[in-house]
């Protein structure tokens, strides 16, 4: 039996094969940096997947990335902080339900990029004090955002940077739990709204494998990196990431 009766229809098998591969290095990069893989992978699926699959697609892969990373560092996940989150994703996944809200693209990266900025430059006042109750308010609006931009990756690690300074483990780790939660929601909306996610399980299958086989190689990365050598890397990776953003963001206007 030939590969592409596997393949949803529009993707060639050398598509396929790429996109599988490029998700060991996605996941290689965030289980070692924390945060670029999910946007990396969500801009290369931008080219080859029909616009109206892009976002659930890609948090269907997403999900088995970061479930996998969750579970591979679990030992250093901080559920003082994963929980409040957890619980405003959820309340933020049942208001996505309701509100179709259809905003400009453009507009979101701006937004988006913009947040990530501020949370990684500057001093806010208060938020290295920002209570169980804070956090899972913030977490109903990135639950809601995630869905209408598909990668908020960088903008929730940016967030818990704040919460655990001199942890690189713990913020990657807690991190991973916060997307699971997110991108699971996001497949329950986007079931709930009629996607067909049947057509793509073979190739989400075969993408979750190999970036679970990333994620091992990017903690064994984590593992031999010192603490400074990390935030200084995390934070000129995020920095990148989010003036990227803004570029697009200006480019579509």
């Given at each position: 039996m030939e590969a592409a009766a596997f393949l949803p229809g529009g993707i060639e098998p050398w598509v396929a094969g790429l996109l599988v591969v490029a998700s060991f290095f996605t996941s290689a990069i965030t289980a070692a940096f924390g945060i670029g893989g999910g946007l990396a992978m969500l801009a290369l699926m931008g080219l080859f997947v029909p616009v109206a699959s892009v976002i659930p697609v890609h948090g269907a892969v997403q999900l088995g990335s970061n479930s996998g990373r969750a579970w591979h560092q679990r030992a250093n996940v901080r559920l003082d902080v994963a929980k409040p989150f957890i619980a405003g994703s959820i309340v933020g996944a049942v208001l996505g339900v309701f509100l179709v809200i259809q905003l400009p693209d453009a507009l979101l990266k701006l937004v988006l990029g913009g947040f990530i900025l501020v949370l990684t430059w500057s001093k806010i006042p208060g938020i290295d004090r920002l209570s169980r109750a804070g956090l899972a308010i913030a977490s109903v609006g990135l639950a809601i955002l995630s869905m209408l931009v598909g990668?908020?990756?960088?903008?929730?690690?940016?967030?818990?940077?704040?919460?655990?300074?001199?942890?690189?483990?713990?913020?990657?780790?807690?991190?991973?739990?916060?997307?699971?939660?997110?991108?699971?929601?996001?497949?329950?909306?986007?079931?709930?709204?009629?996607?067909?996610?049947?057509?793509?399980?073979?190739?989400?299958?075969?993408?979750?494998?190999?970036?679970?086989?990333?994620?091992?190689?990017?903690?064994?990365?984590?593992?031999r990196m010192p603490e400074q050598t990390f935030r200084k890397w995390f934070r000129v990776g995020i920095t990148l990431l989010a003036v990227d953003l803004l570029r697009r963001g200006f480019l579509a206007l």
């Open positions: 990668a908020t990756g960088p903008l929730v690690a940016a967030l818990f940077a704040r919460f655990l300074e001199n942890d690189r483990k713990a913020l990657i780790a807690t991190s991973a739990v916060a997307m699971t939660t997110q991108h699971l929601l996001k497949i329950v909306v986007f079931g709930i709204a009629g996607f067909a996610f049947g057509p793509w399980l073979p190739l989400v299958a075969a993408m979750i494998l190999s970036g679970f086989l990333g994620t091992v190689f990017g903690t064994r990365m984590l593992e």
